[in-house]
């Protein structure tokens, strides 16, 4: 098993960084990422925590000939991710694994966004990734695992540039809100 661990600080306000989480997908440095679907979305009355499931498609470059060696049929990839988003305490936990050749390779993700503790107005970002060979590949697992945490620190770096330009474009909707107060004067 192979560990990946990533800390990052934004510097936005949580409230702003957690809303444009949800405008992530798509952009122009995650292309991989096909499509999102909300599977199931609830709000708890009493706490306010707001719990999503998602299926996302991805397009992984793998090549063909492992494909081909694994049984698959095309690059398409399935992940479940649940978020879970409470507005008292600050945080937006977010949880995913890969459903597709998941007993050839287990990737387990938790990312959680939080008010950062020393600058409130700053959000911080943490990241871990798992990497699990299956036993059907114990005689591979190490270079399997050792490639396969190479790629995951690549599309980590890439999806926090991704997500940084998707904050910088909602930032400016948002400043932009007739809402905000800044409404232009007639």
């Known amino acids: 098993m192979k560990i990946f661990q990533s800390t990052h600080d934004y510097s936005y306000p949580w409230s702003l960084v957690s809303a444009a989480n949800w405008q992530k997908y798509p952009n122009e440095h995650c292309s991989h990422v096909q499509h999102v679907d ?35 049929n095309g690059s398409e990839q399935y992940v479940r991710e649940i978020s879970i988003i409470d507005p008292k305490e600050k945080t937006l936990t977010m949880t995913s694994q890969n459903l597709t050749m998941s007993n050839l390779l287990s990737v387990n993700e938790t990312i959680v966004y939080r008010e950062h503790p020393h600058d409130k107005q700053k959000t911080q970002f943490t ?3 798992a990497i699990s060979a299956g036993s059907i590949v114990s005689r591979w697992a190490n270079v399997i695992e050792d490639f396969s945490l190479k790629r995951f620190q690549q599309n980590a770096a890439v999806g926090r540039e991704g997500f940084s330009k998707v904050l910088e474009r909602f930032v400016v909707m948002a400043e932009a809100s007739p809402t905000n107060g800044n409404e232009p004067s007639r």
């Open 38 to 72: 909300v599977l199931n979305r609830t709000v708890d009355p009493k706490t306010g925590v707001l719990t999503t499931e998602r299926l996302i498609t991805v397009n992984q470059n793998v090549p063909t000939l492992i494909m081909k060696l694994l049984g698959c």
């Open 127 to 129: 990241q871990q990734a």
